[in-house]
Every structure is written in C-alpha cells, then in structure tokens.
C-alpha cells in the first residue's frame, strides 16, 4: 500500500462491532446503541453522572448493544471540556473500549441532517455515526505521566494569570494615590517595593511623612542596588504627589494583603516550577535541546500528548510537520472564494491557546540563540518595498513558531536532540 493511501493511525475502525455514541453533559449524560448498518438498537435520553447512571447506561444499552455474541460495542464520546474524564474511565475500567472525539468532527456530520434538531439524544445518535462514516480520528488520551504534566503546567499557567489580575487591581490602587509613581522603579512591584509596603506603605503623606526609614528599607530591601538619586526622586514626587488622599488608610492596607498574596503566589509558581524542571529530567524530551526553559517545554509536550506515543514506538499521529503546526493553530487560514474573496488571513487559533503561547514564548528564545530561526526573523521584519505592509516583531515571531512548530515535531518522532546543522534524510 503506497504512503499516500495508508490509513491514518487515528482512525476509528468499526471493527463490525456495534457503537454506542454518548452526548457528554455535566451532570446527565445521553447514549445511542447502533449497529455497523446504522440501526438503532438501544437508547437512553438521560441517565446521571454516577455509578447508578452507569449501571442504567449498562443496562439499558451496553449490554443490549453486545447481542448474542456478547461482544463488547465500541463506545465513542465527545470530548466536552472535562466532563467526559470520569465516565471513560469508569468505562474503561469496566472493560469496554472507548474513544474520545473533537467536537468539531461530530459538528460537522450533525450539520448533514436536513431538519434543525438538536437534543442530548440526537447528539448522543450522531457521535455513533461520526465513528460509522469510517472518517474519524480519535483524540489521544494521555497516560499517566502526560497527564499529570498536563495538569501541573495549567495550573501553573492559572497562578500566573491570578497573579496578573490582582496587580491590574494594585496598579489601579497606585495610580488613584499616587500616579506619579510611574517610572520611578523598573517594576511596579519589585521585592524592594513590596517591602516599603509592608514595613511603611505606597501613599504620597506616608512616605514624605518617613523619609528617613524610607530611604533605610528601600537600601536595605535592595541591597542598596537603588540608587540615592531613584530614592529621592521617589520622596520628591511625594511630596508634589496630586494623587487623591480619600481612604489612604485603606489603600495601604489593601496594598499590604495583595503584596502578601502576590509573594504567596510567587512561592507556589517557583514550586511548580521546580517540579517541572524534576519531570522533564526524568522525561528526557529532546525539545529541552531547542535552549528553551523547563516550563514552556512541559508545557508543549503537555498540550501536544504526542511524546508518550513516539517513546512507545506507536505509529506517527500526525502526517507532517505542517499538520503538527496546524493542531497547534499557527497555520494560516487561507480564504479563496470565486473572483472577491481570495488571500491568506490570520491564524487559524485551532487547539490549546496554552500550547500557541508556550511556541510563541519558545520562538522568542530561539530566535536569538539559532541562525535558522534569527534568520525567519529578519527576512520577516526587514524593510518592505514601497507600496507592501511593514511587518511587525510580532508577525515575524509568529513566523518563527511555526517553524519551532515543525523543528518540535521533527525532534519528537526522531527522538533526537536539537543540532544547528539536520541529519541527512535516509532514502
């Protein structure tokens, strides 16, 4: 069989066994039994999220789709955000084989019915059918150590967002009280000015108020790394501050517990972090060869749960390079429709936006350090001819994602490390 012909590895096969398709919800679920021919044997319009739901599910259509050959049917369900974990692995515990699907495939074959009906058990009858057109590919289920990764590198990811969030309040607080703060520090919230905070506060009264133990712990915090001239351009901006002084007392109390949070924040983020660099040790993933840090590379080996399957020598899950990149979201949409619409757009932003933003943290280390990838940079961000769009550094590093993109996944089923000069091709 020539490559081109040669079935994909994810592809669901029937296997002639009857399909049972379940419609995910977060409580209450919905299942349809059908047979390879496409008749319905069984169904259930609801049954809950528990081991008496399941129990209902096995009775009432599991068993009934085995017939009396006692085969167990193939059960297929919808990857609905993470509602669907608990009750494949409940399945799977039980014995029956089960495959999880993108909601985008199941989307487009509901959209082939002639009558707009949609409820939980329709849904659950067009998942069966999706696996019944002989076209659908199964969503990789990460193993145990992918899965854990996957889960320390989201909530590191939902730290540093809280993190952002409550110091969008803070800057806030800052600039009612004391707006002339800006560019005074390199930082907003350095650990020297988190520590001004704690021992004397931010407002304008206060630190003109305590010049003496301001210019101390400022010395102190930093190890008189600022300097005297930073220093008292700081007292000189609060004594001509017009920042208002309502609720001063507050502010400075506010600022105190969201500086606490923010070092109680830090602590656990650092935590993570070692964690990860721990793992990716033991993982042994070529990527860390590209020079990009432990958190960004868990984090694409996470949201890509590609790299168990190459280490067990499983079959390749995407094609290509550029079908990688596309998974990732980072290849182009292209628009090309009659004699008006034609051209290539945006992104396409398909996939985990966490995996686009951990390529596109990779391409800005990479691009410094790699010629190849310095050299998509500048042919991205040189000077344009008159008359074209000047591209920009962002539209250049998203060039060089890409790239890293494809480099990532070359180095992923090579299993080799990263080198500036590629191994020579085999024929």
């Known amino acids: 069989?020539?490559?081109?012909?040669?079935?994909?590895?994810?592809?669901?096969?029937?296997?002639?066994?009857?399909?049972?398709?379940?419609?995910?919800?977060?409580?209450?679920?919905?299942?349809?039994?059908?047979?390879?021919?496409?008749?319905?044997?069984?169904?259930?319009?609801?049954?809950?999220?528990?081991?008496?739901?399941?129990?209902?599910?096995?009775?009432?259509?599991?068993?009934?789709?085995?017939?009396?050959?006692?085969?167990?049917?193939?059960?297929?369900?919808?990857?609905?955000?993470?509602?669907?974990?608990?009750?494949?692995?409940?399945?799977t515990r039980r014995g029956y084989c089960c495959v999880v699907l993108n909601p985008i495939q199941t989307n487009r074959h509901g959209k082939k019915r002639i009558r707009k009906t949609k409820t939980d058990r329709v849904d659950s009858e067009t998942i069966a059918r999706t696996i019944l057109a002989g076209d659908a590919q199964a969503t990789l289920v990460p193993d145990e150590p992918m899965w854990e990764l996957r889960l320390l590198v989201?909530?590191?990811?939902?730290?540093?967002?809280?993190?952002?969030?409550?110091?969008?309040?803070?800057?806030?607080?800052?600039?009612?009280?004391?707006?002339?703060?800006?560019?005074?520090?390199?930082?907003?919230?350095?650990?020297?000015?988190?520590?001004?905070?704690?021992?004397v506060g931010l407002t304008p009264d206060v630190l003109a108020a305590n010049q003496k133990k301001v210019r101390e712990v400022l010395e102190k915090a930093s190890r008189k790394r600022l300097t005297s001239e930073t220093i008292d351009n700081l007292l000189q901006r609060a004594k001509t501050s017009i920042g208002t002084r309502q609720?001063?007392?507050?502010?400075?109390?506010?600022?105190?517990?969201?500086?606490?949070?923010?070092?109680?924040?830090?602590?656990?983020?650092?935590?993570?972090?070692?964690?990860?660099?721990?793992?990716?040790?033991?993982?042994?993933?070529?990527?860390?060869?590209?020079?990009?840090?432990?958190?960004?590379?868990?984090?694409?080996?996470?949201?890509?749960?590609?790299?168990?399957?190459?280490?067990?020598?499983?079959?390749?899950?995407?094609?290509?390079?550029?079908?990688?990149?596309?998974?990732?979201g980072l290849d182009p949409s292209v628009r090309d429709s009659g004699d008006s619409i034609r051209g290539i757009s945006h992104i396409s932003k398909r996939g985990s936006p966490l995996l686009r933003w951990a390529l596109y943290m990779a391409a800005i280390a990479v691009y410094k350090k790699h010629r190849d990838f310095g050299k998509i940079y500048a042919r991205h961000t040189k000077q344009q001819p008159k008359g074209r769009r000047q591209k920009g550094h962002r539209y250049a590093l998203i060039a060089v994602a890409h790239k890293v993109a494809r480099v990532t996944w070359r180095l992923m089923k090579d299993n080799r490390p990263f080198t500036k000069n590629p191994p020579k091709r085999e024929c």
């Not at 309040?169 to 020297?192: C, Q, T």
């Not at 983020?269 to 060869?289: A, D, F, Y």
């Open 1 to 91: 069989m020539s490559g081109k012909n040669k079935p994909k590895a994810n592809v669901v096969l029937v296997d002639h066994r009857n399909i049972v398709g379940i419609d995910i919800g977060k409580r209450k679920h919905a299942a349809t039994a059908i047979t390879p021919q496409g008749a319905v044997i069984a169904s259930v319009n609801v049954f809950e999220n528990n081991k008496e739901g399941v129990d209902l599910l096995e009775r009432e259509v599991l068993v009934p789709a085995g017939g009396k050959s006692k085969n167990k049917p193939l059960v297929a369900l919808e990857a609905t955000g993470m509602y669907w974990n608990a009750l494949h692995d409940e399945l």
């Open 247 to 328: 609720g001063e007392t507050v502010v400075n109390n506010q600022l105190r517990m969201i500086v606490d949070y923010l070092d109680f924040m830090d602590d656990q983020v650092e935590q993570i972090g070692r964690e990860l660099q721990q793992r990716m040790k033991t993982l042994n993933s070529p990527i860390m060869s590209l020079g990009i840090g432990p958190e960004i590379a868990a984090t694409i080996l996470a949201e890509s749960v590609v790299w168990s399957e190459y280490r067990r020598g499983a079959v390749e899950r995407f094609a290509g390079p550029r079908e990688y990149a596309a998974f990732c």
């Open 154 to 199: 989201r909530h590191r990811w939902r730290l540093i967002r809280s993190q952002n969030t409550i110091l969008l309040y803070a800057i806030s607080l800052v600039d009612r009280v004391f707006p002339e703060l800006e560019g005074v520090f390199s930082k907003p919230f350095l650990r020297s000015v988190r520590t001004l905070i704690r021992e």
